[in-house]
Nanobody
Framework: QVQLVESGGALVQSGGSARLPCAAS????????MGWYRQFPEKQREFVAR???????AYADSVAGRFTISRDNAKKTVYLQMNSLKPEDTAVYYC?????????????WGQGTQVTVSS
């Protein structure tokens, strides 16, 4: 079992920045890909960014150029640097660890951290 703990949630002004760390523990492997998702009130969770074990990254169109995902395998931590924040970025942000085994993905999730961007 993998445990993920997000932190860094904050109230920031539009145009500001925030950084979300997510620390992994338990049966975590640096082979796992790591990602960030977010959920708006009464909406489904949506993809934000992902980084593979090789360091390849992917972003949702809505955050590309503003958000940066990175990882420190020695610290078992993944980060989401969020710049030029907009009120529409207000959401609960969730960390994800994904293991791929025999062609199937196995996901672990953190508890989420709230980011609120005021206009």
């Amino acid at each position: 079992q993998v445990q993920l703990v997000e932190s860094g949630g904050a109230l920031v002004q539009s145009g500001g920045s925030a950084r979300l760390p997510c620390a992994a523990s338990g049966r975590f492997s640096s082979d796992y890909s790591m990602g960030w998702y977010r959920q708006f009130p009464e909406k489904q969770r949506e993809f934000v960014a992902r980084i593979t074990n090789a360091g390849n990254t992917a972003y949702a169109d809505s955050v590309a150029g503003r958000f940066t995902i990175s990882r420190d395998n020695a610290k078992k931590t993944v980060y989401l640097q969020m710049n030029s924040l907009k009120p529409e970025d207000t959401a609960v942000y969730y960390c994800n660890a994904r293991a791929r085994l025999l062609g199937r993905d196995f996901d672990s999730w953190g508890q989420g951290t709230q980011v609120t961007v005021s206009s």
